[in-house]
């Protein structure tokens, strides 16, 4: 069984903050104003997550305002990299980012890693699922693993990240699990999920490997099908989606997402960021961007945040030596 799975920390979703907000706590504001610095293009699971943490803080009261900066390039790493190198100038601001921070440093396609930033918290998980083309003549994985032996060339799968990156690494998985050699997958990278979308819409690629909240409502329009799930049971999002276990294939999979500060936040500020996304979780804002968008709530605080991405380093180092990334 091949199995990428959360520390016991991470899975413990918040279902308790320390106190219940009433209306006056609702009315007073944890945080003047937030400026996320979103590394990828628009339309992203970053993106996504990023606009819709800002929205859930802004509506509930939470935070003042909330501005948004889409920062493409390098993997992730242009908008890691400005984030360190303007650290005096970008206290206000907190850099959305998940699985690949950890994948892209192993992979060394970017010189930082999370170490180098100040880590505020994680907050969500996102699925992951594999989608093709509303209509295309694969509706299942067992479809999609024929495609494969017929012809693996013209069986492209793509993805909003670089070869060796999370979508490919969930690709592979996928295929491995199923019993296919899973360096033999044809992988075509797209910068951001939004890209790669487009193509799959387009018919430049047979099948996407993305974030389900990335699928998810385009699937409930009826403009593409979800043919598995990287969870362990159907998602209340989009309850005809079966997962990947349900159709003989052992694997499950969760992305994390969460929020960055700049090197050297003071530490004031780095506690008022981080009581402010703890506040957030009890609010109905939050929950309907959550309960929309099908993610998971998975909060990390600091020294948390710390211990399960290093813990997480080492099981995706170990995964991606056996599959051959590294």
């Known amino acids: 069984m091949m199995k990428l799975t959360m520390g016991r920390r991470a899975l413990m979703a918040t279902a308790v903050a320390a106190f219940a907000f009433t209306g ?8 003047d104003s937030i400026h996320f610095l979103i590394p990828g293009g628009a339309g992203g699971g970053w993106d996504g997550t990023a606009r819709g943490t800002g929205e859930a803080l802004t509506k509930s009261g939470i935070v003042g305002n909330a501005s948004y900066e889409n920062m493409s390039g390098g993997g992730g790493g242009k908008a890691i990299g400005y984030l360190i190198e303007n650290a005096d100038s970008n206290h206000g601001t907190l850099m959305v980012n998940s699985t690949p921070i950890v994948i892209r440093s192993l992979t060394g396609v970017f010189p930082h890693n999370f170490r180098d930033l100040t880590l505020v918290a994680g907050t969500i998980g996102d699925y992951a699922a594999l989608v093709v ?14 495609a494969y032996d017929t012809d693996p060339s013209k069986t492209a799968i793509g ?11 969930v690709a592979a998985m996928v295929m491995e699990a199923a019993g296919k050699d899973a360096l033999g997958v044809k992988y075509i990278p797209y910068d951001a999920g939004g890209k790669a979308m487009a193509a799959l819409l387009s018919g430049e690629i047979a099948a996407l490997s993305t974030g389900f909240s990335e699928a998810v409502d385009l699937a409930n329009a009826g403009e593409v099908k979800i043919i598995g799930v990287t969870s362990d049971e ?22 994390w997402r969460g929020f960055f500060g700049a090197p050297g936040l003071p530490d004031d ?43 997480q380093e080492k099981v995706i180092g170990d995964l991606m030596k056996k599959l051959g990334f590294l």
């Open 24 to 31: 006056q706590a609702m009315a007073e504001k944890a945080v």
């Open 234 to 255: 159907r998602v209340s999002a989009a309850p005809d989606a079966m997962t990947m276990k349900e159709q003989g294939i052992d694997t499950s999979f969760v992305n």
């Open 269 to 311: 500020q780095l506690a008022m960021y981080q009581d402010a996304l703890a506040k957030m979780y009890d609010t109905p804002e939050w929950e309907a961007v959550r309960e929309r968008n099908g993610w998971v709530n998975i909060h990390n605080n600091g020294d948390d945040f710390k211990a399960f991405l290093e813990s």
């Open 159 to 169: 993805g909003g990240s670089v070869p060796g990156g999370m979508d490919h690494l």
């Open 133 to 146: 083309n509303k209509d295309s003549a694969i509706n299942n994985m067992a479809d999609l693993m024929a």
